[in-house]
């Protein structure tokens, strides 16, 4: 009978995490060069044991595999990582151990492998992964059956467990954590004007809020207005999960303080939240704020933050239309239990926010195969309300006869954004005629 690599994990693992439970290492990188040493360790113990018991002895090459597959079952993703490592692959949905759904970047969606050989077991992976990986432990029980996690810098968990009828984890693998408008303008998100319009109002300090739906790229959008921040401004990011990491590019921005809110422990305590992390971002001199996702209260302080300091500063936030995203921000301001009047956070919003940029994903069958693609629909200028309660629109940009942005209305601040470097002539002349001068 031949070695078999994953009953051999199954025996080593309980032991290798037993002992880095034991240890008092702290620190994510001593915690792994600790860990490394262990398997090593108990991997030739556990090949000693078996050639002794006259049971089949591993290969050297497979005495490396197993303590790789060790290692990645606590540090990596197990059976899921060649799925995360693979450049073509977008999202992993799993529906139990073996109901495991690939969807590429091209829009096929494959049945994979079993991750696990039980529920149970792919419970114990997710409860591992939370504890070892993140910047923070995380629980994952019957007591705290929800899990969002940031693994390494491509890849978010989010996972459930005891509500569903099986363990159940979606996997988000961010693939363009490089791109720059530039990079856009060729993928076909933004057009040559666009991407010129959108990079001038960055460098002009315009307050921006980015908007679509689940998976249409607003994070890798924000990423992409990010790089037109000069590399020396400082920068703070605020998020439930990293997924911006812009701390880690440091070629491109030099001066990033990089916050991610904390769960508290299974008493409630030591949370830190999204709302008091933007309020300690201009404590920490941070010119700019970008918030990966507004999702709950922390709206409030995100405006008052882009009102009275942090100008030029980015959001996202779910909204089915640049126009819907007022009515989406008064039902944020008040999920907290936050009593606010309308007319009072309108008034804000009019003052705070300069654009809404609204993304859409395309993704349906055609003729010709699959069609899988993202781009900007709509730009809108905000502006203090006027006769109406909501804050006044101009409509910059708006879904031309194939649903991408075309120009429409010249935006009242355009003289700033040609102080910072937009060609008027790549405004549409059917904009220009209306009487900018």
Known sequence: MSFDVQQAVREVLPMVTQALDAAAVTGDEAVR?????????????????????????????????????????????????????????????????????????????????????????????????????????????????????????RTRIAALMGVTPRPCLSIRRHGLL??????????????????????????????????????????TFARALAAEIDPDERIATVEKEYELFLHLQTDRHRDVLAMEAREGNTEGLGAITMRQLIEDALRFNARRIIVGEVRGDELVPMLEAMNTGGSGSICTMHADSADQVFARMLILAGSGGLSIA???????????????????????????????????????????????????????????????AVPNTIPQCMEELVAAGFDPDLFAARAWDRGYA
């Not at 057009?191 to 809020?209: E, N, S, W």
């Open 33 to 153: 060069e600790y860990a490394r040493a262990v398997i090593t360790d108990l991997v030739r113990e556990h090949v000693d044991s078996r050639a002794l018991a006259g049971r089949d002895a591993p290969t050297l090459q497979e005495e490396r595999r197993l303590a790789e597959a060790v290692y990645n079952e606590i540090f990596a993703l197990g059976r899921l990582q060649p799925f995360v490592d693979d450049p073509e692959v977008e999202n992993i949905d799993v529906n139990g151990c073996d109901q495991v759904w690939i969807t590429y970047q091209d829009g096929r969606k494959v049945l994979g492998p079993p991750i696990a050989d039980s529920d149970e077991e792919l419970v114990g992976n997710v409860r591992r992964w939370a504890a070892y990986q993140g910047q923070t432990a995380r629980d994952f029980s019957i007591a705290r059956p929800r899990l969002h996690l940031s693994v390494g810098h």
């Open 342 to 404: 309308p007319g009072t956070l309108f008034r804000t919003i009019g003052m705070a926010v300069d654009f809404v940029v609204h993304l859409r994903h395309e993704l349906r069958h055609d003729i010709d195969g699959m069609i899988n693609r993202r781009y900007i629909a709509e730009v809108n200028e905000v502006l203090p309300p006027g006769d109406g309660l909501e804050p006044a629109v101009n409509h910059v940009y708006v879904p031309g006869p194939d649903g991408r």
């Open 178 to 219: 490089e791109a720059d408008l530039d990079d856009l303008m060729v993928n076909g998100t933004v057009d040559k004007g666009l991407r010129a319009f959108l990079a001038a109002a960055v460098r002009a300090h315009k307050d921006i809020v980015i908007t679509g739906g689940m998976g249409d790229g607003k994070t």
